[in-house]
């Protein structure tokens, strides 16, 4: 039999990153009895999380939660691969100010033939002030120019308010401008070079953003891409196409 645990703090300190300061908020713990079973234990003392829940697959997963505490207690061993060919759900809990909840249903996927009652949700502010209904109303629409460093790009845009409506309550609304660039007029900027696939150079098609006229719009779209190109590529930077002469 051994044992150890991790503090999952996410402060890190130290030449390698990975060293965790302060105290273990956060963290889990394993005891292994002849490298068969294990019990891990795993806690957050500084959760919004509220529930309480029962999994069963490869192993048996048992969480708690009441802010600030949430707690998970799992137990691998061989009989629950055995016994279970597919994961098995119990579960409670409440967030986004409804409350969800799973009677003995696949952990995995969702299926139409399964009874309301074994899996649903009840959504309290729908409940007190109705179901969320969205609604557009165009206020304008026009071709635009879109000035870069480089040259001007062209598009179309509209101007638009968009509403959410409840029943029960006040409406919100929203004005904002919707940019589409002709073909061969997306604004290039550089890729984030996070990935394989957008180290290279990349283009806007379209952008929709809050906006009080569709100028606004137009102000907003050229900012957004003049902040990529610095962050990106550097004060400067400059598409292919301008690099070579075309």
């Given at each position: 039999?051994?044992?150890n ?6 402060r890190?300190?130290?030449?390698d ?14 005891m ?6 294990a019990?891990?234990?795993?806690w ?10 029962a ?12 802010p ?14 055995r ?11 409440i ?8 009677f ?14 074994r ?35 062209y ?11 409840r029943?029960r ?11 589409k660039?002709?073909p ?5 900027h ?28 137009i ?14 590529g ?13």
């Open positions: 039999m051994h044992w645990w991790q503090n999952l703090n996410e890190r300190t130290g030449q990153g990975k060293t965790p300061l302060g105290l273990p908020w956060y963290g889990r713990a394993w292994h009895f002849a490298n068969r079973v019990l891990r234990f795993e957050h003392l500084r959760s919004w999380s509220c529930g309480i829940s999994e069963v697959d490869q192993e048996l997963k048992l969480h708690f939660a009441l600030p505490f949430s707690f998970w207690f799992t137990i691998e061993a061989p009989i629950f691969s016994k279970y060919g597919k994961g098995r759900e119990l579960r409670v809990s967030h986004d100010w409804s409350l969800w909840w799973n003995w249903t696949d952990n995995m996927g969702w299926s139409s033939k399964t009874p309301r009652y899996n649903g949700a009840f959504h309290l502010i729908d409940f007190l002030f109705g179901r969320t209904r969205y609604e557009e109303r165009p206020l304008a629409c026009e071709w635009i120019e879109v000035p870069m460093p480089e040259r001007t790009y598009g179309a845009a509209q101007l638009q308010e968009a509403t959410w409506r029943a309550w006040f409406p919100r609304r929203l004005t904002r401008a919707e940019l660039m002709l061969g007029e997306q604004v290039p550089p890729g984030k070079g996070e990935n394989s696939w957008d180290c290279g150079e990349d283009e806007i098609f379209s952008m929709t953003t809050p906006a009080d006229s569709i100028e606004d719009g102000a907003r779209l050229v900012g957004s891409v003049l902040r990529s190109r610095r962050r990106h550097g004060r400067g930077w400059r598409p292919q196409s301008a690099r070579d002469g075309g």
